[in-house]
């Protein structure tokens, strides 16, 4: 146990060293893709025995963390993770459907800031690898068939641009409210219909394109002021 | 304009660029497909099995003018419960839910229906004696790359011998086929699409009760039975549908849901001709013999599952799932073993033959406490005429150009129109129906 605290602490003291900015993000996304749009449609329009239409999925809330590498110019680069989470759910008699829509991704950051032009107002593109996690939840309980959970994985690429603007909040903490917009060309799911409309290819196809758009607060830690 | 004013009017016209078009588009994303369409023309269905029935409900929901047209004298297609000779009800047609993980999985939750998970267990008959397993793996008619022959030719070509004849028989049996005529790449094809589930269920009422119940009876007042469809005029703007004792029905849309074999037989004439490429693609999609003989015994001598009879290759106990355990025995039979025992031409023949099967099996058990039987002979249906669709060899993508709608008039449901692996199945032929409902849907928004 000794062992892990003093080796945290040892990562945490390196880190703060090389380290720009750490960067922690919650914020509300909306997200739009065709292809689960049409499937969730589809499986509203083809069963009238459900009075209670299935939300398409499109508001969830996301997190990230930013490390950025510290460097004295402009342009600096770092490393991003972040998770995101939707749910839609419609409740009817004896039913009641839940469909959970998770993302992981894991990107590299270039964060541009201006600290002589621009005062506190930056931006980040963010350039991702990002996974997926469709689910199915009936009644309360994971929707299993054939002894295995209704699941649909999906893996893409992504890119994201964002833009903030920086709030000193006291010494090397600050906060700042932001805006960002996303997009995913590519990302292959293809068990996704099965989850949601359960046909597969009867509707949709086996990938699907997303747009995003985030606003929400960073919380920013910049250990190594110097200006 | 100051650095102030500048950033300020940055970050709103950022917030605006991005909230405003997400506001727009969130307002426009409907929850359900064709929310605003609204058609003042009339759509008939041909068939009210459950394809035709399904399309009618969603006709219904979605408030279009619509009639259901059946050739028999009773709705349910495939479809069929079977009451009195037991103490509990039978399924004279499709009897299996095939997976949890369909629309009509959906239905049984939302209506409390019971069912049972098949997992009954299967005795071979194998070198005349019954065993418990085979000595040989026959399960090689899944993976990649296998060749467009017959099931039975790529059996022998993989060392199962004339021995496992009518074990192979029951494993084509089960997609409504003879071993010398499914083909091992197209079923594997459909296989792959297959998004339900393996697990198989059965009905503690029938599966017929389901769809009565949940689906017909929200549009049983729109079915007009015994109404025999012979032609189909879709050369002017309205569709005329001419029946065996003349008299005619118009409408805008027509959705077809016979079985293929009626397709293919030629009973309905099309005005004018259909295109040969659909014609060729109907002949493609395979439809044997099918029959299923109930047999009632007063001894339960045999086993769950008897695989591998040369009479009949799929014997099964009907009781599993049931709330009473009659001692009925059901013998599935399909493709060259149904086409033999119609050629029997009466069912006490018929049911002869599997008494002197059984009796082999058991030992003269089956002649010595025999009651009665039931013989439901779809081929002989002459609104069915054969059990349901399989892959044939070459069949290519068939399926997809029949199941194709013909000038925005006519279209094309039922399970052989399925285009996503869920042919032969009862969830299968639904979603033909509002598939076809939504394809009608977006002809009319064009």
Not at chain 1, 150 to 176: E, H, P, Q, R
Not at chain 2, 138 to 157: M, R
Not at chain 2, 176 to 199: F, T
């Amino acid at each position: 146990m000794k062992s892990i605290i003093f080796s945290s602490v040892l990562l945490l003291h390196i880190g703060c060293t090389i380290a720009q900015e750490f960067k922690l993000d919650a914020s509300y996304e909306y997200l739009y893709s065709g292809q689960w749009d049409k499937a969730i449609q589809t499986y509203n329009v083809s069963r009238p025995f459900l009075t209670e239409k299935q939300p398409l999925l499109m508001n969830g809330l996301n997190t990230s963390i930013s490390y950025v590498f510290k460097n004295e110019k402009h342009l600096k680069h770092g490393i991003n993770v972040s998770y995101a989470y939707f749910q839609s759910s419609a409740e009817n008699e004896n039913f009641n459907n839940i469909l959970q829509l998770h993302f992981i991704n894991l990107g590299y950051i270039l964060h541009y800031e201006n600290k002589e032009k621009s005062k506190g107002l930056y931006s980040d593109l963010i350039i991702s690898a990002t996974s997926s996690g469709l689910f199915r939840r009936i009644n309360e309980n994971h929707f299993v068939y054939d002894e295995t959970t209704s699941k649909a994985f999906g893996i893409g690429g992504d890119i994201c641009l964002k833009a903030g603007y920086c709030l000193t909040l006291k010494n090397n903490y600050f906060l700042s409210p932001f805006i960002s917009i996303g997009y995913t060309p590519y990302l292959y799911s293809p068990n996704s219909e099965a989850v949601i409309n359960q046909t597969k290819e009867l509707t949709s196809k086996n990938w699907t394109g997303i747009l995003r758009t985030q606003i929400g607060l960073t919380f920013h830690l910049k250990p190594q002021q110097n200006d | 304009m100051n650095r102030r004013q500048f950033i300020k009017q940055s970050t709103l016209l950022s917030i605006g660029g991005l909230l405003i078009p997400s506001a727009l588009l969130a307002a426009c994303r409907k929850e359900t497909l064709f929310e605003d369409v609204t058609y003042d023309g009339k759509v008939i269905i041909i068939g009210a099995g459950a394809a035709g029935l399904y399309a009618a409900y969603m006709l219904k929901s979605k408030g279009i003018d619509f009639q259901l047209l059946e050739a028999s004298s009773t709705y349910g297609g495939r479809l069929g419960k079977l009451t009195g000779f037991a103490n509990f009800p039978i399924d004279t047609g499709a009897q299996w839910l095939h997976g949890k993980n369909s629309i009509l999985g959906d239905l049984i939750k939302k209506s409390k229906t019971n069912i049972t998970l098949d997992d009954s267990e299967t005795k071979f008959w194998f070198n005349n004696q019954l065993i418990d397993a085979l000595p040989q793996n026959t399960n090689i008619f899944e993976g990649e790359e296998l060749p467009d022959i017959s099931y039975e030719a790529y059996a022998l070509q993989n060392g199962l011998g004339n021995e496992y004849k009518y074990i192979i028989e029951n494993i084509a049996g089960d997609q409504g086929a003879a071993a010398s005529r499914l083909s091992v790449y197209g079923n594997n094809k459909d296989e792959e699409n297959w998004a339900s589930g393996d697990d198989d269920f059965k009905f503690e009422e029938t599966y017929f009760d389901l769809i009565d119940k949940q689906i017909a009876s929200q549009v049983k007042d729109q079915i007009l039975v015994n109404t025999i469809i012979t032609k189909i005029d879709y050369s002017q703007s309205e569709i005329i549908l001419t029946d065996s004792n003349n008299n005619t029905f118009n409408a805008n849309k027509v959705i077809i849901t016979v079985p293929i074999s009626i397709l293919k037989s030629g009973d309905i004439q099309f005005i004018p001709a259909l295109p040969i490429e659909k014609t060729t693609a109907f002949s493609k999609i395979g439809m044997d013999a099918g029959m299923k003989v109930f047999l009632k015994f007063s001894n339960r001598f045999f086993d769950q599952n008897i695989i591998g009879g040369a009479v009949c290759a799929a014997y099964a106990d009907d009781s599993i799932g049931k709330a009473q355990n009659d001692n009925i025995l059901l013998a599935f039979i399909m493709g060259e073993q149904a086409e033999y025992l119609t050629s029997l031409g009466s069912d006490a023949a018929i049911t002869s033959a599997l008494i002197q099967e059984l009796d082999i099996m058991y030992n003269g058990q089956a002649s010595a406490s025999f009651i009665a039987s039931h013989v439901e002979n779809w081929t002989t249906n002459p609104f069915v005429k054969g059990a349901y669709s399989y892959s044939t060899i070459g069949m290519g993508d068939a399926r997809k150009i029949a199941s194709e709608s013909l000038s925005e008039k006519l279209y094309f449901a039922g399970e052989a129109m399925n285009t996503n692996g869920h042919h032969q199945t009862v969830h299968g032929a639904v979603e033909t129906g509002y598939r076809e409902v939504i394809n009608i849907l977006t002809d009319i928004k064009k």
